[in-house]
């Protein structure tokens, strides 16, 4: 048996959930237009014949502003302590902007473990930038091997796991071949439902909410599941609720539709709305919404 852990880092809003996604060809990380929407480090289990390939995507590393933004940057860069591999998504030239350096120096610190550089959205930044980026970090040489992707279409994505794969050494079988992910159900509910809030929510408001599950409950071919999003204002609270409370329903709705298949049966959901000031200021309350680091 081989086995081992592969690390997807990079900025925030480069890819690294929908390449996850794409490589294990299931939903295991929510994805949206909106930075910071990965605030765990997510785990995608790949299968193959006597091998296993254990990913892990991790918030978009970015300098801190809160207790919330401490606890992303922390969980991404512990995760370049963890694995076997490191992949490191970009879509943008390293002079593009300072977020990229700074991973970049941290790689650097990282001397023993293989390095794969990401060069992501090729369908939309042209052959030409594509030559400038991979010049541009293969100058560096920090990396063992640079691939092009666009892992919303599903290109390449072959390519990185057949990359991945002389890296991966004889080891035990984390888990069983059936499984995907390891993250519970409630854990994924509770992210559908944020995905599909943060769908719904202007830009002022996706950072400040958190979901979580009060009652999860399966009986006669049913399951209800109660839910509360939180959020840091009591504007913002009418802006969830919406018109009518239609924009909660629309949340719901769209939550529902997606978590049906999930679980396998119906589902009735019912979602509240509360206001909890100032909750990413606060150690203690990012940590009772679940956000911890794996070595914590």
Sequence with gaps: MRSGLV??????????????NSIIGEKVAITSSKAQTTRNAIRGIYNEDGMQIVFIDTPGIHKPKNALGRFLTDTAV???????????IVDEKLSGGPGDTYILNLLKQVKK????????????????EYLKIYNEYDAEGVFDQIVGTSALNGQNTDVVIDMIKPYIKEG?????EDLYTDNPMKFLVSEIIREKALMYLNDEVPHGIAVE?????????????????????KSH????????GRKLKGIGKAARLEIEPLVGTKVYLQLWVKVKEHWRESDIMVSNFGYKRDDD
């Design 213 to 233: 599950i009060e009652r999860y409950a399966e009986k006669d071919g049913i399951t209800d599941i109660d839910a509360t999003i939180y959020c840091e204002k």
């Design 7 to 20: 690390g997807i880092i990079g900025r925030p809003n480069v890819g690294k959930s929908t390449l996850l």
């Design 113 to 128: 473990t293989p390095k794969i550089l990401v060069i992501n959205k090729i369908d939309k930044i042209g052959p030409d």
């Design 78 to 88: 512990s995760t370049l302590k963890q694995v076997d591999v490191i992949l490191l």
């Design 172 to 176: 035990p079988q984390y888990f069983p």
């Design 237 to 244: 609270k009418g802006i969830i609720i919406g018109a009518g």
